[in-house]
């Protein structure tokens, strides 16, 4: 097995980061970002937030250990592609969003809150996802949903929910699956002819839209439940496009285990 490779250089592009705390849940997000780095055509690399580290040889060795378990589980699952580690004597999440600003993909474990740990890994995937700059994967559990089930997208209004609308679009695309859009709550109603500019950037996209009267949040966990991904636009005060940031965000659902964020 190869040996993994330190990445220094802050000026440098990276490809898919994902973030690692020596968890069960971190090795699961290392093995999700392999496959979608696999995909894009990109590089890994591997992040370890360590303060603990600081000014300890202890420290540096618990850190390095942490990254080499997550190397070798990320080259079992793809020999072949390349891997770096990195690790920081800051917190994690300004080590995560200092990576985002030169990642195309940032991916971060997160559970299911029962246990201390996974409040704090939470903490940091819902504090990531809201801040980052690049699309942001918050990886749920090692459960993968059927490789059919579709890209569920919540969308208020097509035109503000565009960033949403791309990246749904985009992954099912990608992982050659089909869209549902869905529209719930009190705006406007709206038609597939709203959504023609993806249709027409996506025609091998199959796309269905489904109208629900009541609250989005029952709607959304709903649908999730047979949802391979769910993509929500996150929203900001001041944002130039008025609620819709230019990455949307990917919440956490019960089903799909895998939570993912753009």
């Known amino acids: 097995m190869d040996s993994p490779q330190t990445q220094h250089d802050r000026n440098e592009p990276l490809g898919v980061v994902v973030g690692v705390d020596g968890s069960r849940i971190g090795l699961d ?30 420290g540096t060795h618990r850190a390095r250990d942490i990254l080499a378990r997550a190397f070798t589980v990320a080259h079992r699952a793809d020999p072949a592609l390349p891997v770096t580690t990195h690790h920081t004597e800051r917190t994690a999440s300004p080590s995560l969003l200092d990576a985002a600003q030169r990642a195309q993909l ?37 459960h993968r949903p059927a490789p059919a089930a579709p890209v569920l997208v919540g969308v208020d209004d097509p035109a503000i929910d565009a960033a949403a609308l791309t990246v749904a679009f985009d992954d099912a695309h990608r992982h050659r699956g089909r869209v549902v859009v869905l529209h719930a709550g009190h705006a406007v ?9 993806w249709t027409a950037r996506f025609p091998d996209v199959p796309v269905e839209l489904t109208v629900e009267p009541g609250s989005p949040v029952p709607a959304l966990l709903a649908a999730a439940v047979d949802a391979r991904l769910v993509v929500l636009g996150t929203r900001r005060a001041g944002h130039q496009h008025g609620r819709s940031s230019a990455r949307p965000a990917v919440p956490s659902c019960a089903a799909p285990r895998c939570r993912s964020s753009w």
Not at 33 to 58: C, D, F, K, M, N
Not at 116 to 132: F, H, M, N, Q, T
């Open 106 to 142: 940032l991916v971060i474990g997160m559970g299911g809150g029962e246990r201390p740990e996974e409040v704090l890994i939470g903490s940091v995937a819902l504090d990531v996802s809201g801040r980052s700059p690049c699309p942001v994967a918050v990886v749920r559990g090692g």
């Open 29 to 58: 997000a290392v093995r999700w970002a392999v496959a979608e780095a696999r995909l894009r055509g990109l590089p890994l690399q591997i992040l370890h937030a360590a303060p603990y580290a600081a000014g300890s040889t202890a």
């Open 189 to 197: 109603p709206f038609g597939l002819a709203a959504l023609a500019p």
